[in-house]
């Protein structure tokens, strides 16, 4: 039975080999790249955004700047964007909070004539300089990494600010403020 129009069982091993391996290859794409997206992304982890110039930030005022994360990707839309408040103490002395509430991550509002950032979701209430004042946080604001460069206030926002991040920091990891 030798005909031209017949597979050998050798040639059709190969074929199966070959197909099989074509499979795994289109498998194992995706979970390398999973795998390795953290060695990828590892910049934006430390990312410092400029939000502006100094002059921008008027001493003893606190003010709402708005920010794209460095993190995002294409897709994202408008949760890519983020924002803080600015609290400009006095020359190049500033303090940088994130807009969530330690409570449970609602948007505190900032009240200049009380002088008090308030989360209107559970009552949360915070002093002008980020401290608790009252509610059930049971801290105050968590508050970004800072530097001045060049005449224009700089933010670590590669991470959000979190107890995590701080206990991380506090062992001797924390980049350069102020």
């Keep these: 039975m030798s005909d031209n129009n017949t597979f050998s069982r050798r040639t059709l091993m190969k074929l199966g080999m070959l197909l ?24 934006a982890y430390k990312s410092w955004i400029t939000l502006g110039p100094l002059g921008d930030f008027p001493e003893g005022q ?18 890519a964007k983020a924002a803080c408040w600015v609290r400009h103490q006095e020359g190049e002395k500033f303090q940088v909070f994130a807009i969530n509430c330690a409570h449970l991550g609602c948007p505190v509002r900032w009240f200049p004539q009380s002088g008090l950032f308030m989360c209107p979701c559970h009552g949360g209430v915070y002093y002008a300089d980020g401290s608790r004042a009252s509610g059930p946080p049971e801290r105050g604001l968590f508050e970004y990494d ?17 107890l995590s991040n701080e206990a991380m920091l506090s062992k001797g990891n924390r980049p350069c403020a102020g």
């Design 146 to 162: 800072y530097k001045v460069e060049d005449g224009q206030l700089h933010i670590n926002a590669g991470q959000m600010p979190t």
């Design 62 to 79: 606190t003010r709402l700047v708005n920010f794209e994360n460095p993190s995002t990707r294409p897709w994202d839309g408008q949760t």
């Design 20 to 43: 099989n391996g074509a499979v795994a290859i289109a498998i194992a794409t995706p979970v390398v790249g999973y795998l390795l997206s953290p060695v990828k992304r590892k910049g």
